[in-house]
């Protein structure tokens, strides 16, 4: 199957729903705030997309510090979404990547579904957002604070207002928990709720503790560990959703450092890709993963990044080793 | 407070740097790297962000550091040098670098110390390698005529850095070891009140332990001079894109925020600064109370 | 609280229900196999215990190779328990063991309870077996193939009859797999049914693929990921046990490397701690993380091993920041 | 098959060894490393696990290479030294060690080459990397009046090792590489049916790709030799206690059994290891058909 193609004759365009990209390699919630910090090494409106750190209606003072611990090829973060609430956003964040020729995909994240709900009606009507990614990792205060990503009922809940409020033509996407028995339950749960796309995957809950304090090291205790450490249980929760859920978009996320990871997790089902906490080791992560994931497609033959796209789904299905 | 487009670093470059000499000074380790276009952009107070592991490292988040000293390009390209302490395995790796080595860094970044507008007296005062990045502010100071008195603590000698260096670079410096093995005996805090009053301060600088900033910060106030701390919260991208490095700091609206210490900071107004609060989110912080969700 | 207090003064020995180890150190289930291979290298009997691979009723060939593929700090395994059967294991691999003046810890495996009640009573009534260690990471064949460790109700019946059918003073652990929504649940609930203690964690399941391929790397697909990476998955396991149901013995397990590692699981509430993916890296690992353990707790003034046993855990109810 | 006591390791050891000299060899890495105990231990198809990346590394499992040589302690202490192709990171991190760096080593590991009783004619046939065991085995083999023919084979020149050093060390010399850049161009079983047939070979000894182990087997076995080959499985722990580097071998028995190869190989009588099922789980293995669970 290999054959001599030229990287830049490599076709990037990704489909995510009514959403169609320039390439598929975002950055992911949380690791590029909303962008402006990261043009300093790269411009912006070469990625497919900008996903924003997730947003809520109010401001957030978030966790206390130490809100970090390096952990084996990962870390934990336990920031609380930090954030100054949704019209500081779009009075001021949202209109920077507009202006930058970015493609934003904007995350929010409520304590209630009447959060959610407001907040897919301010951005999901606001002209140039690309698609709305719903972050359902929060508790939600009206249920015992228990996190709607771990619950199937909750979970659609929060879908099927966000996609109800939400513009036609703006599709929406779920992010998914890992912390969960059966993640298969949870999407399908959500895409039947109105999900046009899924997110996979967040951080896992861990915790580190301080031998000099002999405690939690997080000010949160425990935090969500992200990074290459988490690269296999992410590719896993895309094998196994693109397997049960085949034609539904979802975008894979965790531990994704190199061109190499991204095209993993493209043959294993995923349409475009995020790229996290490789940012913090090296700003220009998203370019190069970009150009070496073009090189890698051509490398194995993809004259699409498209082709490429569940080709392991594909050939396990017809019991093919390729 | 600052404007966010301010605060939004813009200076920063990232390159492959090259180890040129990595030297044992007391406890601490005194690095020059080769890496361009670092030293033009840089301001005394920035800091650099090195990789650490090489290639296969499992430690994926940089190390912070000072910036010591800058030298634009010349024979080797440009340099960048940085002092720092063996601790954990990341300082560790960069103590065991050899001439050639590769390390890759990203820098400048973080705001600089604000300098003064007229000719004022300052004192700049460094805890362990905290001076490091004094040197080069004394010699802005000294380009503005702003008198520059340095005041170097440790808890002992081999724990100073650059005493020998500061007399060339201050008009004054005063050394302070806990342990008494050189200098005065105690904190950097016991000779600066009279210091101050002595030289007429205006300005103090400081950088070092968050608990010595506190303090100096207490001195200064009151006397009535103008603190500038740098300081070192723990940061896992050191760009402003993580929110991991925040503390609670005044705005000018009166205000307390979370604010990044890798781009609003590391340099700090010390009055500005909830010291105590530090590892908390105060009652009234802007946002605060938060609730669960990462 | 830190006092002069020499390594060698240190009392390691650990209560885990009725068996009371010389220390906190042992081998973890499939990483030693039965001990003999490590003997070479240092002598098991300096160790807490041995724990041995999980057996089952029947020989098992386990699953199609590769079974193993390297992940960042790392690595996925899809051994399938293969494995001589019990009879084989009662013949020869148990006697050596205790030739040895080792303690064995024997690891079961059952596809039903019945084959679950089998091994209990022939192991569970061996004398020198210190303990049983339940392992109910897998399918129940009699119940749509579902994990045991999944599910709280078939954890709990799965605990039941090997509790029934172990021989008093014998304890038995059950070992938890983290892929599910609520750890807490399921320990609840195998305590409730009669285990006497935990194992926290089993491996968290991932993927890999193979880009010369374009499959997944691992014959049997998914695998399970080990090693340092999940560090702070297992801590927060460990952490929130220990805090929901005070009392019960916890053991650790999951990317320990060190001493300081070591410590840190015995902070955050387990009264013992398994080696396993670093014997890989380390054939001498169990008997390194025993010394450094000693110095660990002497440097942090322990005079016992015991007194460390969920130090921060009280540190935190106490509201005390240390 | 071998009983349980003799497939269980005796004689490793884990010593960290210092790199003495790494050098090229064609496109592969000659690397030599101090490390006491390991010469005394070893007999010709032993192996080492190397560890890579050093004190801060992602990659935890260890490397396996055969042995090339030993020297037991002069005046550098012992030496051990394996030749190796740099693909991936692990061997890419080896082939950039430099003298004096150090890398971990345990260490002899597996089953060694089965030696003739009898004073028999041998060929010994070498894929690329593969022909650095044979060198120390037709000396062992030399020692007892064994005649050792060496079959090097190659896809090309580069990638053909230690032409010359057979030449001293068997003797005949063959070689193929699969482009003709040197010797007959064809596969190392081009000329082995004939080198047997002029030798009256009883045994073949073979070390390289599986392709290469299971094809020479072939031949030798429908020319009335026994065949000795030394497998590449992917390993986890190289020691016998993980269970990854299994393959279905045939029992004395008649039973097929998956088997480690770390243990009860590396070297494997190649008429009982089941070639074309490498990578399944045969009908009526010993314990198939297996059910889930990890
Ligand atoms: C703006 C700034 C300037 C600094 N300047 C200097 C300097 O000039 N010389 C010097 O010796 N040190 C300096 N430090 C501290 C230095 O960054 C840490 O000592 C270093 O990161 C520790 O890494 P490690 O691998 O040795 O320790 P580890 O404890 O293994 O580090 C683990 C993680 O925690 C972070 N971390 C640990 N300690 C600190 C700390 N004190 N501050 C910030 N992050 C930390 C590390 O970056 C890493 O991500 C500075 C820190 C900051 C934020
Ligand atoms: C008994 C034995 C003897 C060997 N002798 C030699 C030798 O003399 N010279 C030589 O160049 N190579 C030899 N190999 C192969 C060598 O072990 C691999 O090339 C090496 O492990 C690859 O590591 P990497 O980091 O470059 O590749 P990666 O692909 O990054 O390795 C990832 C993981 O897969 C394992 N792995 C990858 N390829 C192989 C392989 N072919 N065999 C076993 N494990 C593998 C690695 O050990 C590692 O755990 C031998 C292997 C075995 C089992
Ligand atoms: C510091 C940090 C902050 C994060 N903040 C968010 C967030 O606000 N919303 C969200 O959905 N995910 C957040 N995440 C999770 C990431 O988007 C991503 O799902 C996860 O880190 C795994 O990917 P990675 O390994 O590439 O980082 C955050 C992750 C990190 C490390
Ligand atoms: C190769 C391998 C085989 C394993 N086999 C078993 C097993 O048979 N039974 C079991 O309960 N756990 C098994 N485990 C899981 C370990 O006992 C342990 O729970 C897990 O690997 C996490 O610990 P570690 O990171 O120290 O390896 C196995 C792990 C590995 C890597
Ligand atoms: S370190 Fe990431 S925002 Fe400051
Ligand atoms: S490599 Fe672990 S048993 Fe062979």
Not at chain 1, 118 to 130: M, Q
Request: proline share 6%; net charge neutral; charged share 20%.
């Amino acid at each position: 199957m290999v054959v001599a193609l030229r990287p830049a004759d490599v076709d990037l365009v990704t489909e995510l729903a009514d959403a169609s990209l320039a390439n598929p390699v975002m950055t992911a919630s949380g690791c590029a705030a909303s962008g402006q910090e990261l043009q300093q090494f790269f411009d912006v409106a070469e990625l497919g997309a900008v996903v924003t750190k997730s947003i809520m209606r109010d401001a957030r003072s978030g966790r206390a510090t130490p809100r970090m611990a390096e952990t084996p090829s990962g870390m934990l973060n336990s920031i609380g979404l930090q954030g100054p609430g949704i019209n500081a956003f779009l009075a001021r964040d949202l209109p920077w990547l507009l202006q930058h020729d970015a493609r934003p995909i904007v995350s929010i994240a409520g304590s209630s579904l009447g959060e959610y709900a407001e907040l897919a009606r301010r951005v999901g009507n606001t002209p140039g957002v690309a698609a709305i990614e719903v972050n359902i990792s929060c508790p939600n205060v009206e249920d015992r604070g228990l996190v709607f990503a771990c619950d199937p009922v909750q979970a659609g809940r929060v879908l099927s207002v966000v996609r109800r409020d939400t513009a036609r033509g703006v599709p929406v996407f779920a992010k998914l928990s890992p912390d969960v028995t059966s993640i298969v339950d949870i999407a399908r749960s959500v895409v039947e709720a109105g999900a046009d796309g899924l997110v996979l995957i967040n951080t896992l809950l861990g915790l580190d503790i301080d031998l000099a304090t002999m405690r939690p090291r997080l000010g949160g205790v425990t935090g969500g560990l992200s990074g290459p450490a988490i690269r296999p249980v992410a590719l896993r929760a895309v094998w196994q959703v693109a397997n049960a859920l085949p034609g539904i978009p979802l975008i894979g996320v965790g531990g994704i450092r190199t061109g190499v990871d991204a095209l993993e997790f493209l043959v294993a089902g995923a349409s475009a890709v995020q790229v996290g906490t490789a940012i913090f080791n090296d700003p220009h992560a998203p370019v190069r993963v970009l150009a070496e994931l073009r090189t890698e497609l051509a490398a194995h033959g993809f004259a699409r990044a498209r082709d490429a796209v569940g080709f392991a789904n594909r050939s396990a299905a017809r019991g093919v080793l390729v | 407070m600052v404007s966010t487009e301010a605060m939004v670093g813009r200076g920063a470059v990232q390159v492959d740097g090259e180890v040129l000499s990595n030297k044992r000074v007391g406890v601490y380790h005194h690095l020059t790297l080769v890496a361009d276009g670092i030293a033009e952009r840089t301001k005394p107070g920035n800091f650099v962000a090195l990789s650490v592991g090489g290639a296969t490292s499992a430690h994926l988040l940089r190390r912070a550091f000072s910036i010591y000293r800058v030298r634009p390009a010349g024979v080797y390209g440009g340099t960048v040098e940085v002092v720092f302490a063996a601790h954990g395995p990341g300082t560790q790796w960069l103590a065991d670098r050899q001439p050639h080595d590769a390390v890759n860094v990203v820098g400048p970044l973080g705001r600089p110390f604000a300098l003064p507008k007229e000719p004022v007296a300052c004192a700049l005062v460094g805890g362990g390698y905290g001076s490091a990045p004094l040197f080069a502010l004394a010699e802005k100071l000294r380009e503005r005529s702003c008198g520059a008195h340095m005041v170097l603590g440790a808890a002992t000698e081999s724990r100073l850095f650059g005493a020998l260096e500061a007399k060339r670079a201050a008009q004054s410096v005063t050394v302070t070891t806990e342990d008494g093995s050189v200098g005065i005996k105690g904190l950097v805090t016991d000779p600066l009140p009279g210091l101050i009053a002595r030289h007429s301060i205006d300005v103090v600088y400081s950088c070092g332990p968050m608990g010595m900033l506190s303090a100096v910060t207490r001195v200064a106030t009151a006397h009535g001079a103008w603190s500038q701390t740098a300081v070192e919260e723990s940061m896992a991208c050191g760009i402003g894109v993580c929110m991991t490095c925040v503390l609670p700091v005044i705005g000018d609206d009166g205000v307390t925020k979370m604010v990044r210490s890798c781009v609003e900071g590391p340099v700090f107004a010390g009055d500005k600064v909830r010291w105590d609060d530090i590892g908390t989110i105060p009652a009234g912080t802007f946002g605060a109370p938060g609730m669960g969700g990462h």
